[in-house]
């Protein structure tokens, strides 16, 4: 069955240092998404992307963020000058379509550690 | 706004007792619901969804707009059961686009022999 990869498991890095997190969505899915986990709280939406567009963001995704898909295959998140309060854990999703029933599958996650 | 609470961070039941994990909403709009699990060093995934009024791996749960709640269900808990279970939540949207999901604070389900 085919499933959503993500790029590093674990990632730690310096304050202030650039980061790219890497997904690679399932094949036929046109709707991608990122979410991240604080230790010991919420799952929480950070940014849609379809079409080669973000579709929405929360407030969590400001000027440090971005995402991209450079290609047929991946897409990244990137944040150009980590924070402390950066550090969670990413989770890359894609879905075939965008409807509000539609099932979201997710990656395994980037563990990332800001120090 | 669009808010979702699952009151129970923890929960721990015997193995063959019934299992019932919380969860209430907040949305305007007509909700679309979710159970997403995370079984030990492994993904979330989706578990079952309002919409489908499917059982998977004897779970159950009734959307009930008029107390705003989705709770899971499940008659004879088995060991197997013990996870980490999310309650989302995705609103309709009025143009095309990628659906964000709302997720709960999550309930750590335990099954004890």
């Known amino acids: 069955e085919p499933e959503v990869t993500q790029t590093p498991s674990h990632q730690v890095t310096q304050m202030g240092q650039e980061v790219i997190l890497r997904c690679v969505p399932i094949?036929?899915?046109?709707?991608f998404y990122w979410y991240r986990q604080i230790l010991g709280q919420k799952v929480e939406f950070l940014v849609s992307?379809?079409?080669?567009?973000?579709?929405?963001k929360s407030e969590i995704f400001d000027d440090q963020f971005s995402v991209e898909r450079p290609d047929g295959s991946n897409f990244t998140l990137k944040i150009r000058s980590t924070k402390l309060e950066d550090s969670a854990m990413y989770f890359c999703?894609?879905?075939?379509?965008?409807?509000?029933?539609?099932?979201?599958?997710f990656g395994p996650g980037t563990r990332l550690l800001v120090l | 706004a669009q808010r979702v609470t699952q009151p129970e961070k923890l929960l721990s039941v015997f193995k063959g007792a019934p299992v019932e994990l919380k969860c209430n909403y907040s949305y305007s709009g007509s909700p679309e619901l979710f159970w997403y699990v995370q079984y030990s060093r492994q993904r979330l995934q989706l578990l079952l969804r309002?919409?489908s009024r499917e059982s998977i791996k004897g779970f159950t749960a009734d959307l009930n707009k008029g107390e705003t709640s989705f709770h899971l269900k499940k008659p004879f808990a088995q060991e197997e059961d013990s996870a980490m279970y999310y309650c989302?939540?995705?609103?309709?949207?009025?143009?095309?686009?990628?659906?964000?999901?709302?997720f709960g604070q999550g309930t750590r389900l335990t099954i004890n022999p």
């Open positions: 992307f379809y079409n080669n567009e973000i579709s929405e």
């Open positions: 094949s036929n899915h046109l709707y």
């Open positions: 999703a894609s879905s075939e379509e965008g409807r509000p029933s539609e099932t979201q599958y």
């Open positions: 309002h919409i």
């Open positions: 989302a939540l995705s609103g309709r949207r009025a143009y095309q686009g990628a659906q964000k999901l709302v």
